[in-house]
């Protein structure tokens, strides 16, 4: 049977791993929101004033696959 001190190493090491883990995640999240804001901007940058309705558009794409891309990570 294990030593008390051996789980406590045991968890440790698993608990390092989960915040590793979480902090991976964390900036992934960062660097999706950033490469989708810059995605919109250049969306509204070249759509001409009159076709701003377009825009709702996009960005309801954009969320739906904001999404998705949620799921896979």
Do not use: A, F
Not at 43 to 50: A, T, Y
């Amino acid at each position: 049977m294990e030593s008390s001190e051996e789980n406590n190493q045991g968890l440790e090491q698993m608990l390092e791993s989960l915040i590793k883990m979480v902090g991976k995640t964390n900036q992934k999240m960062d660097n999706l929101q950033t490469r989708v804001t810059q995605l919109e901007w250049l969306i509204k940058e070249q759509l001409r004033p009159g076709d701003r309705s377009r825009i709702k558009i996009c960005h309801g794409i954009l969320n739906e696959r904001r999404g998705n891309l949620l799921k896979d990570l």
